[in-house]
């Protein structure tokens, strides 16, 4: 069987992308797997990293008001549309799958004209403009949140599946991850990153709070900067002669590790991040990312704080001491840390990839 995955920009479409291929190859070691992507996403690392082929189409993304820049990528879709539908003629594919970003957008569309069963997957409750567009052209439309279905025309094929999470993060052993990352067992530890491209906020916020960390002698910290915030925090802590507890990082490959030892989590509010971080059970403080389209940042973490399996901090309400006080609070509070635990557990959808590959199976047997 051949497949085409496209998605990029950011680890919130890759990873998704990485975890159904690897769920295909699962279950048929001989799938041949081509992954799509733009040069300039995460994706030129994440792609070859999983072991899988990458090939470059070019386009850009839409904004959200009349400009020349438009019209250039309009320019850029065309171009894309030649180059995928040649990647298509090479590898011919029996399904192709998007999983996000506007690199989707050329791919999936040509895969639609040319009758090629397509399948589209959406993680948010607010679906982006690409998925939108490309709705009316897919085989099916795959949603982690049914909240999502409003968004797309009534005659698209929708199914509830959740977002797929790499195997990787639940097979994650704990003491194995912290000999791995150089952490301690007998530490609580906590876990600040700001997603693959980082938060400055929540870096910032985070410098403010470390002193405060440091005075709890039972508590760690692993915090990832990403890379453009790396140095500048780097140079800061060195200032502050922080000594152990403490492990900062620009980038960590190796995620489900973070993710296996941590005891509560500090991040934003992607829909891959959390699916993650429930598919672990782990409690958790989130940040909304206030920019995120239409918001879904905060409907995604107000969700998990509905359901009292995280906290919620608005990117504008964060500082140093609202970040220290609600994290040791939790930490002090074994009984309600446990609940937060049982209660992501039953937030998270394990068998998200599992169900993708079974409507692909279904699509090609049509």
């Known amino acids: 069987m051949k497949i085409l995955i496209t998605g990029g920009g950011t680890g919130g479409h890759i990873y998704p992308g990485i975890a159904i291929a690897k769920e295909f190859q699962r279950r048929d070691s001989q799938t041949e797997i081509v992954f799509v992507g733009t040069s300039k996403g995460l994706e030129t690392e994440l792609v070859p990293a999983a072991g899988f082929p990458l090939k470059i189409v070019t386009v850009t993304g839409l904004q959200r008001k009349i400009s020349w820049e438009n019209v250039k990528t309009f320019a850029r879709f065309a171009k894309g549309l030649l180059e995928a539908n040649q990647i298509i003629s090479q590898f011919k594919p029996q399904i192709v799958i998007g999983t996000g970003g506007y690199v989707c957008g050329p791919v999936v569309f040509m ?3 040319r009758k090629i069963p397509t399948l589209i997957h959406e993680q948010n409750s607010f679906p982006g403009i690409t998925n939108r567009f490309l709705s009316r052209f897919a085989s099916v439309v795959a949603l982690t949140d049914l909240k999502a279905k409003q968004f797309f025309p009534k005659r698209a094929h929708i199914i509830k599946t959740g977002n797929p999470v790499r195997p990787e993060i ?3 052993k ?4 912290y000999r791995a990352l150089g952490l301690k067992s007998d530490k609580k530890t906590v876990l600040i990153f700001g997603g693959s491209r980082g938060a400055h906020s929540i870096n910032q916020a985070t410098l403010e709070a470390l002193e405060g960390f440091h005075r709890h002698e039972d508590l760690q910290v692993l915090f990832i900067t990403g890379q453009k915030d790396f140095d500048f925090v780097k140079k800061r802590v060195i200032e502050m002669k922080l000594n152990g507890k403490l492990i900062i990082k620009p980038y960590l490959h190796r995620m489900e590790n973070a993710l296996a030892v941590a005891d509560i989590v500090v991040c934003r509010a992607g829909a891959t991040t959390l699916a993650e971080v429930t598919a672990r059970g782990i409690p958790s403080i989130l940040i909304p990312y206030p920019y995120a389209t239409d918001n879904h940042q905060e409907y995604n973490a107000r969700s998990l704080e509905d359901q009292e399996a995280a906290r919620v901090i ?12 609600e994290t040791t609070n939790l930490l002090q509070d074994q009984p309600l840390l446990q609940r937060m635990y049982e209660n992501s ?14 409507e692909a199976y279904k699509l090609l047997k049509r």
């Open 345 to 358: 557990k039953k937030c998270g959808e394990i068998d998200a990839a599992s169900k993708i590959v079974d």
């Open 111 to 113: 895969s639609g004209m």
């Open 174 to 177: 704990r003491g194995e991850s």
């Open 314 to 325: 608005l990117d504008k309400d964060l500082s140093g001491d609202k970040l220290l006080n």
């Open 170 to 172: 639940l097979l994650a």
